[in-house]
Nanobody, 122 residues
Framework: QVQLAESGGGLVQAGNSLRLSCAAS????????MGWFRQAPGKEREFVAA????????FYADSVKGRFTISRDNTKNTVYLEMSSLKPEDTAVYYC???????????????WGQGTQVTVSS
């Protein structure tokens, strides 16, 4: 079983930045893709970003493109989401995700973290 543990969420003012981290442990996948989803109150969970094992392939939702950056450190089994120019509409629970590739993560990953709350005040 793959365990994913997010950290770094919190309350931030609009326009500021925040970095989320997700550490993978347990039974690890072979060269997994990893990514982030989010779910705002009353809305469905939506894709945010995904990254391949090597880091050379990334996908972003249009709503975060140019503001969010996904990266990973395979020596630490950790993926990051650097969020800048945050907006109130970015407020959501952010979930870390893992799958066999970045494409799989984007379409519907097999593994989820518990989520971390990000609240952006105006």
């Amino acid at each position: 079983q793959v365990q994913l543990a997010e950290s770094g969420g919190g309350l931030v003012q609009a326009g500021n930045s925040l970095r989320l981290s997700c550490a993978a442990s347990g039974r690890t996948l072979s060269r997994p893709g990893m990514g982030w989803f989010r779910q705002a109150p009353g809305k469905e969970r939506e894709f945010v970003a995904a990254i391949s094992w090597s880091g050379d392939i990334t996908f972003y939702a249009d709503s975060v493109k140019g503001r969010f950056t996904i990266s990973r450190d395979n020596t630490k089994n950790t993926v990051y989401l650097e969020m800048s120019s945050l907006k109130p509409e970015d407020t959501a629970v952010y979930y870390c995700a893992a799958g066999s590739s970045a494409v799989v993560v984007k379409r519907g990953p097999g593994y989820w973290g518990q989520g971390t709350q990000v609240t952006v005040s105006s």
